[in-house]
């Protein structure tokens, strides 16, 4: 659902090629400054109406999904 803190989509990038270990360059579009900068999910409404809070951090989470996604990606497209 959301870690509940503020994260810049390029604080983001660089966790996601960190804990996969991208070795590449990351290239960003100047030419499309309107983007969101950042990103920052409202937790309060499903703590509110159905108890839920995360217990997993941010870097656990992704850390969890890219190794999920490796171990499970050859079955990804066979559908």
Known sequence: I???FEISIKE?????????GFRGKIVWDK???DGQPRRML??????K????KATTDLNTG???????YRNHRRGLNKK
Request: charged share 25%; no cysteine.
């Open 2 to 4: 959301g870690a509940g």
């Open 12 to 20: 983001l990038t660089e966790l996601i090629a960190r804990l996969s």
């Open 31 to 33: 030419s499309k400054p």
């Open 42 to 47: 409202d937790t309060s409404k499903a703590l």
């Open 49 to 52: 109406e159905f108890g839920f």
């Open 62 to 68: 992704l850390q969890k999904t890219i190794d999920w």
